[in-house]
């Protein structure tokens, strides 16, 4: 399965993005089911993974609490089985990074950066506000 480095726009959002390392090409159908299919931009193969199919399902469960049922789906959508390579989804050219090739490494590889399994992100819930952070402002004598 691809593994690759990419920048997601949370939401759709242009203006709030971030950078995921080590997404596999399941947990990458997920995030373009969670953020719209072109939210995925600067996308890098940088490992191919042997991985169990229902090992990887348990995983983005865990990962996903509040998405379980996009994450059923995908699964049942497709035989039992996530796509195990980034060109299953229909990506375009420019969503790729600069001179990227999907291909990636030609063999398996099992760099040590890349985990056997991703700790589950804690989730948000919806309309929950952000801790506030206080602005410390000195007092400038004129």
């Given at each position: 399965m691809h593994v690759v480095t990419c920048t997601i726009a949370i939401g759709g959002d242009q203006n709030n993005k971030l950078v995921k390392h080590n997404v596999t090409a399941a947990e990458l159908a997920v995030l373009q089911q969670l953020h719209g299919h072109d939210s995925i931009t600067d996308l890098k193969v940088t490992a191919r993974k042997r991985v169990d199919q229902k090992a990887e399902r348990e995983r983005l469960l865990l990962a996903y609490p509040s998405h379980q049922k996009i994450v059923q789906e995908l699964w049942r959508d497709n035989g039992g089985k996530f796509?195990?390579?980034?060109?299953?989804?229909?990506?375009?050219?420019?969503?790729?990074?600069?001179?990227?090739?999907?291909?990636?490494?030609s063999a398996y590889t099992e760099p040590d950066d890349v985990p056997d399994s991703v700790a589950p992100v804690p989730s948000?819930?919806?309309?929950?506000k952000a801790p506030r952070v206080r602005e410390h402002v000195a007092d400038i004598g004129d």
């Amino acid at each position: 399965m691809h593994v690759v480095t990419c920048t997601i726009a949370i939401g759709g959002d242009q203006n709030n993005k971030l950078v995921k390392h080590n997404v596999t090409a399941a947990e990458l159908a997920v995030l373009q089911q969670l953020h719209g299919h072109d939210s995925i931009t600067d996308l890098k193969v940088t490992a191919r993974k042997r991985v169990d199919q229902k090992a990887e399902r348990e995983r983005l469960l865990l990962a996903y609490p509040s998405h379980q049922k996009i994450v059923q789906e995908l699964w049942r959508d497709n035989g039992g089985k996530f796509p195990a390579d980034a060109r299953d989804l229909n990506l375009k050219s420019t969503q790729l990074a600069r001179d990227e090739e999907l291909d990636g490494p030609s063999a398996y590889t099992e760099p040590d950066d890349v985990p056997d399994s991703v700790a589950p992100v804690p989730s948000v819930s919806r309309g929950a506000k952000a801790p506030r952070v206080r602005e410390h402002v000195a007092d400038i004598g004129d």
